[in-house]
């Protein structure tokens, strides 16, 4: 519970950001202060320790997942992959295309990030409309890897996004 009031502690809520009527959580104070980082690390850490979940990937998702992910991944000692948008990785890739609220977006995994049979935990600082994290699911059920979860520091309970991804476990850290 100490780890969890020093998180809430660093997370910033901005009003009308990127839009009017939007209340931006930002994580920023989190990576500003070593110790929030770590017991983000620590939880997240515990959580799949106790899940006993035999993990081969931490799957990021672009751009703030990036900057947990890797640590998480150091932790449990095994790989890293990126998930980023369209147009950012080199070489042969493989991608999906979902729906925001305005129009489309597409993510892009590379063709060897990910092999057939290998088990993946998600993670991202923040879970919305579920749309990204479900998305990146899709992706990879495409590579025919096996989503053990996703991982989120919040989760913005209101828009439901634990709903869109399914039968796909969600762990989060803080819930607004
Ligand atoms: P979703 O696809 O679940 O609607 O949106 C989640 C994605 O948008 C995540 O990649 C997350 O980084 C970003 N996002 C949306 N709203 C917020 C917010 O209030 N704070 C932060 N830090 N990220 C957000």
Known sequence: QEKLDLIAQRVRAI???????ILFRDICP??????AVAAVIDLFEEYVRQ????IDLIVGLDARGFLFG??????????FVLVRKKGKLPGPTVSVSYCLEYGKAELEIQEDAVSAGQKVMLIDDLLATGGTLAATCDLMTQKQATVL???VVIELKELKGAEKLGTHRLFSLLQY
């Open 70 to 79: 890797p640590l998480l991944a150091q932790r449990l000692g095994v790989g």
């Open 30 to 35: 989190i990576l500003k202060d070593p110790g």
């Open 149 to 151: 979860g996703c991982l």
């Open 51 to 54: 899940t006993n979940l035999d």
């Open 15 to 21: 009003p009308d950001f990127p839009k009017k009527g």
